[in-house]
């Protein structure tokens, strides 16, 4: 019978993990969801800027009030501004001082001093209330007729432009990060084979055994995804830590101008975390799909 | 053993039969047949030994027993069942009615003894609670009591070919195949191994044991011995 002096060992695992083998793998895989966070969370950054930029450029609209020989420039831009305050959707219009059409010169005519008579156009910055339209043909009709020489530009161009320039690079984002996601898929194939190659005694033994090859599958598929759920979790933090550092120094003072104004909160960081799940749902079905082939084409062959 | 004259099918003697061999064939890629026209069946509850010279085929025809490899043609039936016409999936059903000793031991260096014997039944999702007192006892009635925590790079060669005798039988196999089990042992150890295979023929275990070694075989056994890739069959008293 037995021998009660010899106690019975704890379950061991089928497939236990191999550190020294594993390590190339998990550091490669670790890179990968470090890049694919940061060009997750960068394609999400440009998305929310792109739509306050746009949002900040169509609320204003800049009325240029050109002067006109022997009227009063200023006192258009006043009678200008009543103008403009009376249609609707108009939150606010503000008369630009002098300096500030000024200084939309220097970029031309340095520092020298202006003669004090030259005529300068005066700008109307107007604020419109939010996600309503404004009326250039309209404004512009009505300005006409009080006898106001304008240019109005509500930014639309600009606005486009941006937009489209914004939706570039979240294209390449994207596919960067699909680029991504398939090299992680092509390592979780690897890495199987891999473990595969390293166990063969072990396959073949339940194979004998009778082991049906979803039972095999399942052992290699949960080892490999939680092979890349924590080489993911690991790039993931890494890269949100990165932006986090990126993001406080882009607001010390020396630095602001040098460095992205970065943001990164809770929401970003539950977006993250989908990197590491996704990477080992990926693993375990690409590991189960490939045992499950092999094991298939090998049986009773 | 019964020397029949290939059997075309065994409709109404399934249930005292376990395997048979209807004019197999067996040729690796487009080499010679290494198994040529091979009949025999074997019934239910018997004591084979394959033998023959090196290279005779002994372990090709064991691999299809088990269902390793299918034969270049013919027809082999298992538990009354054509093998050829079985569906993948029934594949490891039937395997896990069998027990299967290798001449390489094939046990898993990362298991103990222990694991390594319980094995079968974990893939059959017993639970530890269950399968725990048999696999002491097992281990107990191989000699092996007291190595149940110990891994298998650190057992000699007799050990180990005992463990995977354990891990064949802990399932209490309707047929258990071995190949040259004694292969590694010495000659006390070898004779006790076959009357460990003996006492499980004796619970009803069809047993076919391949080996070289004509002295192990009893006198009483069944033999099938092969020679220039078929076999002749004869009684043990015969060889």
């Known amino acids: ?301 | 053993m019964t020397n029949q004259s290939a059997p075309q099918y065994y409709p109404d003697v399934t249930d005292t039969i376990s395997i048979g061999f209807d004019r197999i064939g067996l040729r690796y890629g487009r080499g010679e047949e290494i198994l040529s026209d091979v009949n025999f069946v074997l019934q239910k509850g018997s004591m084979n030994f394959v033998t023959g010279p090196s290279g005779s085929g002994k372990t090709s025809l064991l691999k299809l027993i088990y269902l390793n490899m299918r034969p270049s043609r013919g027809l082999i039936t298992l538990f009354g069942q054509d093998t050829s016409q079985l569906e993948k999936m029934a594949i490891p059903l039937i395997k896990r009615r069998m027990g299967i000793v290798l001449q390489d031991f094939m046990l898993i260096d990362h298991l103990n003894v222990y694991e390594n014997v319980a094995l079968p039944l974990r893939i059959l999702g017993n639970s530890r609670e269950d399968y725990h007192e048999d696999i002491l006892s097992l281990l107990s009635w191989v000699g092996l009591g007291k190595r149940q925590n110990a891994f298998p790079t650190t057992l000699s060669a007799g050990e180990k070919q005992r463990a995977a005798i354990a891990r064949a039988l802990i399932v209490k196999p309707e047929i258990l195949v071995a190949d040259e089990p004694t292969g590694n042992v010495d000659k006390e150890i070898g004779a006790r191994l076959i009357r460990l295979f003996s006492e499980m023929n004796r619970l009803g275990t069809t047993v076919i044991i391949a080996t070289h070694d004509r002295a192990l075989i009893p006198n009483s056994a069944d033999i099938l011995y092969l020679q220039s890739g078929t076999v002749i069959h004869k009684r043990g008293d015969d060889v």
């Open chain 1, 1 to 301: 019978m037995s021998d009660p002096s010899v106690k019975t060992p704890p379950p061991q695992p089928l497939l236990p993990d191999d550190k020294l083998a594993d390590r190339p793998l998990f550091v490669v895989l670790a890179i990968l969801a470090f890049l694919a966070t940061l060009t997750l969370l960068t394609v999400k950054l440009s998305y929310v800027s792109a739509g306050s930029w746009g949002d900040d450029l169509s609320r204003t609209v800049t009325v240029q009030i050109i002067p006109i020989m022997g009227k009063d420039t200023n006192e258009a831009a006043q009678k200008a501004r009543s103008i403009i305050m009376a249609q609707s959707n108009i939150d606010n219009v503000s008369i630009m001082p002098k300096s500030y059409s000024e200084g939309l010169l220097k970029p031309w005519l340095g520092d020298m001093v202006l003669p004090n008579d030259l005529p300068l156009p005066i700008l109307l910055s107007i604020k419109i209330s939010y996600k309503k339209n404004f009326d250039v043909i309209k404004v512009s009709s009505a300005l006409k007729n009080a006898g106001i020489k304008a240019d109005i530009d509500d930014h639309s161009q600009w606005s486009k432009d941006l937009k489209r320039t914004a939706r570039a690079a979240q294209t390449i984002a994207i596919l960067a990060f699909i680029l991504i996601m398939l090299a992680i898929n092509g390592a979780a194939v690897f890495a199987t084979r891999a473990a595969i190659v390293g166990r063969t005694t072990l396959m073949q033994v339940l194979q004998q055994v009778g082991a049906l090859p979803a039972f095999t599958a399942k052992i290699f598929s949960l080892r490999c995804a939680r092979t890349s759920l924590k080489a993911g979790a690991i790039g993931t933090l890494g890269a949100f830590l990165l932006l986090i550092v990126l993001g406080l120094f882009g607001t010390m003072p020396g630095l602001r101008n040098f460095m992205p104004g970065i943001s990164v909160g809770l929401i970003d960081f539950l977006l993250a975390l989908l990197i590491p799940i996704a990477m080992a749902i990926i693993s375990a079905f690409t590991a189960w799909k490939t045992v499950n082939r092999i094991l298939m084409a090998e049986m009773y062959p």
